[in-house]
């Protein structure tokens, strides 16, 4: 069941040229490293749910106020009850902005074919080489949002996000991102987002976390292992493809938005993200800003410099002429 962990009675800043309201779902299906909202991604259960109906009366309380209601998280579209809670906002008169990481095209084909939305922003983590790395996906991949396994993909298939353990990435737990032992990644060095493994996010040397399986030159692993691994992420990168080609031929409002980071990102990002999403509507690429719930803890992340930033910008705007930097100063 869809559970709302936040709610920002306020911003004009979420929803482009609107006055809104943020509503946070608990959950992810990514584990992107520099994630701001750590506890929706890593703990969601723990996390105390506003009431629907608490929700639907301040939201009614408001109505004439607020122009629009922004759906963020976590990733919304992991809840198959999304749509019912989209209608019954926008039965009260409100616009509706759905943040997403794009993963799920197929509830948004099917909400932008209901004409269920106003404005979609979608974040590309990065270019699509280096897309498992971001977004914290060369491990195994299997989540739970609410310990009742209620609440993920209907697809199931080989990528069903509905298994029954709690976000566990697949490993011993040497090298646990969650401080409890319901949100260890994966250990050893190969995985070491932070340290000062070779093959660590601080590195250089290896940018290819498709590589899972090798990179580890002391661990052995089952050819399925990996293979399963190399499939999820490749599964879900397909997806995010799917849903920009969905954006790109659409009529709604869109952007798409990537936070640029130091230690994750490199001009290579840029080309291929121009490329990729070449001629859409908006594109925005966002410093990263520094927080205390970062999901890699003693991360080695910072934002790049403005000239930096205006360095990648050119890049993109060779192919999105209209594109911007969003958050810099
Ligand atoms: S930044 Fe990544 S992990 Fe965090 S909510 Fe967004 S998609 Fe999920």
């Given at each position: 069941m869809l559970k709302i962990a936040g709610m920002q009675k306020l911003t004009l800043l979420d929803y482009p040229e609107h006055v809104a309201a943020d509503l946070f779902l608990a959950g992810c299906n990514?584990?992107?490293?520099?994630?701001?909202n750590s506890p929706l991604v890593?703990?969601?259960?723990?996390l105390p749910a506003y009431e629907q109906e608490e929700v639907l009366s301040f939201l009614r309380k408001r109505q004439g106020i607020l122009d629009g209601i922004c759906i963020t998280?976590?990733?919304?579209?992991?809840?198959?009850d999304l749509p019912e809670l989209i209608a019954l906002i926008r039965d009260m008169g409100y616009l509706v902005k759905l943040d997403t990481n794009g993963t799920n095209p197929d509830m948004l084909r099917a909400l932008l074919a209901g004409h269920m939305l106003d404005y979609v922003a979608v974040d590309l983590k990065a270019g699509r080489a280096n897309y498992a790395r971001v977004a914290g996906l060369n491990e195994d991949v299997s989540i739970d949002l609410d310990g009742g396994g209620s609440a993920g993909f209907d697809g199931g298939g080989s990528t069903d996000f509905d298994d029954s353990a709690s976000t566990d990435f697949g490993g011993d737990g040497s090298t646990d991102f969650g401080g409890n032992a319901s949100t260890d990644f994966d250990g050893g060095a190969s995985t070491d987002f932070g340290g000062g493994a070779s093959t660590g996010f601080d590195g250089g040397a290896s940018r290819d976390l498709n590589q899972s399986a090798s990179i580890d030159g002391h661990r052995e692993e089952h050819p399925a292992k990996c293979y399963a691994k190399h499939k999820v992420a490749g599964d879900l990168l397909a997806r995010v493809s799917q849903t920009v080609e969905l954006l790109l031929h659409s009529d709604i409002d869109y952007e798409f938005r990537t936070t640029v980071v130091k230690g994750l990102h490199d001009s290579s990002d840029f080309v291929d993200i121009a490329n990729w999403v070449a001629g859409c509507k908006h594109y925005y690429l966002q410093s990263f800003r520094d927080c205390d719930?970062?999901?890699?803890?003693?991360?080695p992340f910072s934002a790049f410099s403005e000239a930096q930033m205006q360095e990648f910008l050119s890049i993109v705007r060779k192919k999105i002429p209209h594109a911007q930097l969003r958050g810099v100063s």
């Amino acid at each position: 069941m869809l559970k709302i962990a936040g709610m920002q009675k306020l911003t004009l800043l979420d929803y482009p040229e609107h006055v809104a309201a943020d509503l946070f779902l608990a959950g992810c299906n990514f584990r992107c490293p520099f994630c701001q909202n750590s506890p929706l991604v890593l703990s969601p259960g723990d996390l105390p749910a506003y009431e629907q109906e608490e929700v639907l009366s301040f939201l009614r309380k408001r109505q004439g106020i607020l122009d629009g209601i922004c759906i963020t998280g976590g990733e919304p579209t992991l809840y198959a009850d999304l749509p019912e809670l989209i209608a019954l906002i926008r039965d009260m008169g409100y616009l509706v902005k759905l943040d997403t990481n794009g993963t799920n095209p197929d509830m948004l084909r099917a909400l932008l074919a209901g004409h269920m939305l106003d404005y979609v922003a979608v974040d590309l983590k990065a270019g699509r080489a280096n897309y498992a790395r971001v977004a914290g996906l060369n491990e195994d991949v299997s989540i739970d949002l609410d310990g009742g396994g209620s609440a993920g993909f209907d697809g199931g298939g080989s990528t069903d996000f509905d298994d029954s353990a709690s976000t566990d990435f697949g490993g011993d737990g040497s090298t646990d991102f969650g401080g409890n032992a319901s949100t260890d990644f994966d250990g050893g060095a190969s995985t070491d987002f932070g340290g000062g493994a070779s093959t660590g996010f601080d590195g250089g040397a290896s940018r290819d976390l498709n590589q899972s399986a090798s990179i580890d030159g002391h661990r052995e692993e089952h050819p399925a292992k990996c293979y399963a691994k190399h499939k999820v992420a490749g599964d879900l990168l397909a997806r995010v493809s799917q849903t920009v080609e969905l954006l790109l031929h659409s009529d709604i409002d869109y952007e798409f938005r990537t936070t640029v980071v130091k230690g994750l990102h490199d001009s290579s990002d840029f080309v291929d993200i121009a490329n990729w999403v070449a001629g859409c509507k908006h594109y925005y690429l966002q410093s990263f800003r520094d927080c205390d719930e970062i999901l890699l803890r003693d991360h080695p992340f910072s934002a790049f410099s403005e000239a930096q930033m205006q360095e990648f910008l050119s890049i993109v705007r060779k192919k999105i002429p209209h594109a911007q930097l969003r958050g810099v100063s």
